[in-house]
């Protein structure tokens, strides 16, 4: 049975770092990009980044683009989201999700997290 769960959210404020973290169960790590995907009330869930399989592909949205880094550890099956100067822009549940490849778009992942609540203050 697939698993993947994030964690690692919580409260900061403007301009601190928070690193999500997201592991996955139930499936071979190595085999699976895993992307990042974050969601707002009444607004579609919108890419944040992705990492290919053996990271040698990272991509970003630009919004986080200089202030966002992914990563993954193929041997604990985990991967990272380092967030830097948050902003209140920021605030959203994130999601992980793995997929064949780091795609940017949130229908060609197949296997999602419950998410984590990011909420940045002002």
């Known amino acids: 049975q697939v698993q993947v769960v994030e964690s690692g959210g919580g409260l900061v404020q403007a301009g601190g770092s928070l690193r999500l973290s997201c592991a996955l169960s139930?499936?071979?790590?190595?085999?699976?990009?895993m992307g990042w995907f974050r969601q707002t009330p009444g607004k579609e869930r919108e890419f944040v980044g992705a990492v290919s399989r053996i990271s040698t592909i990272t991509s970003y949205a630009s919004s986080v683009k200089g202030r966002f880094t992914i990563s993954r550890d193929n041997a604990k099956s985990t991967v990272y989201l380092q967030m830097n100067r948050l902003q209140p822009a920021d605030t959203a549940v994130y999601y992980c999700a793995a997929g064949r490849s780091a795609y940017n778009k949130w229908d060609l992942y197949d296997s999602w997290g419950q998410g984590t609540q990011v909420t940045v203050s002002s």
């Open positions: 139930g499936r071979t790590f190595s085999n699976y990009a």
